[in-house]
């Protein structure tokens, strides 16, 4: 067994190697002068893992022209993050059902698919060969525990309320989501649900933060309500549109994410929970 994974990955990829005691494959990537990407591999194995997150266009294309690379091998194919998740039904007439479109693509050439706390686990359906999604929450709470402190752990909606209390459970930490209240046409308030901030270290925890706009109200307005810092954590750190500076400016002390998405700030590893989902 080898693993290869893509320019994206690179981190994970190595840690995973790491973890499961195997060699990298070396790959050499290349793009022609129209912008088409090229790549070329060293030498495989029987059994391959691929490893490669999809955020855009050119690392799908990059990840695809990976799996064909390998068509010597039997490749399991690890996806940290999946781009297009969110896109699982068709919301106007005539659109694609785009998470669909993108796991039957990544399901040629592979013989089983790993993802990691894909956004919805109907993900997982689309797919034409097994697929199986594990979450890092845990890996989330140690590294909220190894820090110290007792942290209340909020979710930003009860959507995600089973993903904090996941990452709670680590540390044996309380935990409650944010609910929304609107006051007037124009105004809004957040607060949790059931219990008070005043004096309380906070940390909102997701799968994904993406803009980060509503992470960065609630956490003005949790400061507002007396918590005495607001911190923020999550798998997916997307991070669009000048999303840390929006957490900064907004009194977010510190984002963590984990190396789904490989990141200056991925402070958390999902290979352990990867390498013990192939053992």
Do not use: W
Not at 90 to 98: A, T, Y
Not at 220 to 247: E, N
Not at 254 to 265: G, H, Y
Request: charged letters at 25%.
């Amino acid at each position: 067994m080898k693993v290869v994974c893509t320019q994206a990955s690179q981190v994970l990829g190595a840690r995973l190697a790491g973890r499961l005691g195997v060699e990298t494959i070396d790959v050499r990537y290349t793009r022609f002068p129209d912008g088409e990407l090229s790549l070329a591999r060293g030498p495989a194995d029987d059994e391959t893992i691929i490893v490669g997150a999809v955020t855009g266009a050119d690392s799908l294309v990059e990840l695809l022209l990976l799996v064909d690379a390998c068509d010597e091998s039997r490749n399991t194919l690890v996806l940290p993050y999946m781009a297009y998740a969110r896109q699982d039904r068709r919301f106007r007439p005539g659109e694609p059902i785009s998470v669909r479109a993108i796991a039957r693509a990544l399901s040629t050439g592979v013989d089983r698919v790993v993802t990691v706390n894909t956004h919805n686990p109907s993900t997982l359906e689309h797919f034409l060969v097994p697929t199986e999604n594990i979450s890092i929450a845990p890996e989330v709470g140690r590294y909220l525990a190894d820090r110290g402190g007792d942290p209340l752990v909020l979710s930003p909606d009860d959507g995600a309320a089973r993903f904090a209390a996941e990452v709670a459970a680590v540390g044996g930490f309380a935990t409650d989501y944010l609910d929304k209240t609107r006051l007037s046409g124009d105004r809004v308030e957040i607060r949790p649900k059931s219990l008070p901030v005043d004096g309380r270290e906070v940390v909102i925890v997701d799968d994904i933060i993406s803009t980060g706009g509503t992470l960065a109200a609630a956490a003005r307005m949790l400061l507002d309500q007396g918590a005495s810092s607001v911190r923020a954590a999550c798998v997916h750190g997307v991070f669009a549109g000048g999303a840390l500076l929006h957490l900064a400016s907004a009194g977010v002390g510190e984002v963590a994410c984990s190396d789904t998405i490989e990141r200056a700030n991925s402070f958390i590893t999902a290979a352990d929970r990867i390498a013990a989902a192939l053992g």
